[in-house]
Structure formats: structure tokens, C-alpha cells
């Protein structure tokens, strides 16, 4: 679905994880156990995929919040200053928040260790109650980090059928499962991407998904596997990304950057996306947007919080 273009860009809504990120390197050899070592670069900030995403779609000045939930605890307070806007639905827990420690590997690789703490509770009947008297019709819905949050993925197919049929215009980016695919795990991702207008993807999760690591048959499979119509992205880091639709595929490459940080740049992609889909942007201005915006966050460390015009290249700090 492509809205037309009007005055007033169409509301966004980020349903998914919110978490604290300690990032930290670069970590080129493990340390010996027992000892301790020093790192050049660390940031700690507030993370997880969807709260990184309604992050700098505030920065870029969208008509968009957050649905999600934190700890009851330092982090978590962080987390509730930090998106206490109009339309964003962000509940406290008791207990911790759940915490990512980002590993920075050169030249622009991350490993991601995961504490899952409150992420455990955010099921599907959490996300329906949180959205309790929200009007979805037309909205653009980014359902994103279902595999971080155990509670959620059983029920996920249901919460997508559940926003489509109140009129939203559904985008996912599942993330990693913890480890590495299963069977089970390739069957939800699909059925997942069957109720998806926009599948936002790395190039890692698709050759998962697809099967083959094939460029051509990758993008046959995932978009056999979505409904006609739907839009199929795929993050290719710095090579840039691929879009494809109705049987039209269009690549947009990146500038050359030496981040020092690439954690969050598939999230900030899909913030310029949407940002750029929900002011009625065609494919190509949409995609070219979203790389822009990801080549201005990575070339930040530590990361802002101030406004980010998309119209000018980003420039490395």
C-alpha cells in the first residue's frame, strides 16, 4: 500500500523492544578470564530495535511514538523520560530492565549479549491493551525485535492480523533469534512475513529466511513469501539496500563512511522509511532516505539527540 502525498504526514507507531544498550570497543580479542581490559570507544544509551527507531523518527520530527515497556529501575526511568510523548505507550514493570552489551569488532562488525529481564512480559494481549483506544486506520505500525521478546512470538502472527484489521499499514523487522534458526523459528519468520505490507530485513536475516544467500533467488523467495504488492527491503550495510515490489527491484547504494558504531543503523534505516513512506514518498525517494539517514546515525559516536535534517548527506563527526 502507498498513500498519496499530503500536508500532513500519516501518524507511526513502534511496537517492540525497549532496553538498555552498553556499548563497548573495539573488541578484536577476547580477553584472557580473570583479567580486565580497556576499551577506546563505549556509549551507554538507551537501545533495543524499536525504542532505537521511535529514537530518531523523534529526531527527524515524525508524527510517531513508541509502544513498549521498561524496568522498574535506572534504565527503565530513562527509558520513561525519554518517550513520554502523545503517542507514545510506554508501561513500567516491576524488575529490571532488560540490557544489550553491543561488541564492536572492526571494520564495522557487532556482537550483540542480551539480558532478556522485563522483555519476558510483553506478549501479544500486553501490545492489544497498550493500543486500547489508539485509532490505527491508515497508520503506518513497525512491529519490530519480535524475536527479542520471548513472550511475543507465539502470539506475533496474532497482534499483526490483529493491527491489519484495524487499518494499519503493518512493516516488520523480526531481528535474530536467539542463536541461530531453527526450523520452527524459519516457519514463524514466514508466516510473519505473510501478513506484512513492508518486510524490513538485513541481508543476514534474509539469506536465513530465503534459504540461499543467492541474491536474485533470495528476493524471489522472500517475495513470494509476502503478499502481492508487499514491499520487500533488504539492509545491505554499507553496499547500501534493495527494495522490491510487484516484481520492480531497486538498489540505492551508500556512501563511503569508517563508522566506529554501526549498532542501530538497520534501526535508524527503518526509521527513514518510514518517515519518508508516511509523507507519501514513492519506493526509490523512500529507500534513498532511509540510507541517508542510517549513514548520518552511524557516523555519530556517542550518539545525539538532536534534530536530523535528511535532505542534507550525512558527513562522518
Known sequence: MMAPATESPR????????????IVGHVDNWPERGTESFFPH??????????????????????????????????????????????????????PTGFTVGLLHRPSERTFLSSVGHL???????????????????????????????????????????????GAELAI????????????ELRQARAWLAASDHALLNDKEAAAIAGTVDLEAMIGALADALPYGATLIIKRGPKGAIAHRAGRTIEVTAEALDPVDTVGAGDAFNAGYLDALAK??????CLERAVTVAGHIVSEFPRAASPIDPARQSEPA
Open 120 to 166: 519476558d512480559r510483553l506478549d501479544a494481549a500486553f501490545f492489544r491493551r497498550a493500543l486500547d483506544g489508539v485509532a490505527l486506520e491508515g497508520a503506518l505500525v513497525l512491529l519490530s525485535g519480535g524475536f527479542a521478546m520471548p513472550a511475543l512470538i507465539e502470539g506475533h502472527r496474532a497482534l499483526q492480523d490483529f493491527l491489519r484489521d484495524r
Open 173 to 184: 523487522d523480526p531481528g535474530w533469534p536467539n542463536g541461530n534458526w531453527t526450523d520452527t
Open 42 to 95: 563505549g556509549d551507554l544509551r538507551i537501545g533495543g530495535s524499536a525504542a532505537n527507531t521511535a529514537r530518531v523518527l523523534q529526531r527527524l520530527g515524525a508524527r510517531s511514538g513508541l509502544v513498549s515497556a521498561h524496568g522498574g529501575d535506572f534504565a527503565g526511568a530513562a527509558i520513561g523520560q525519554a518517550f513520554a510523548g502523545v503517542r507514545d505507550r510506554v508501561a513500567s514493570l516491576d524488575g
Open 280 to 285: 507519501g514518498m514513492s519506493l526509490r525517494p
Open 11 to 22: 501518524a507511526i507507531l513502534v511496537l517492540g523492544n525497549a532496553n538498555l544498550d552498553v
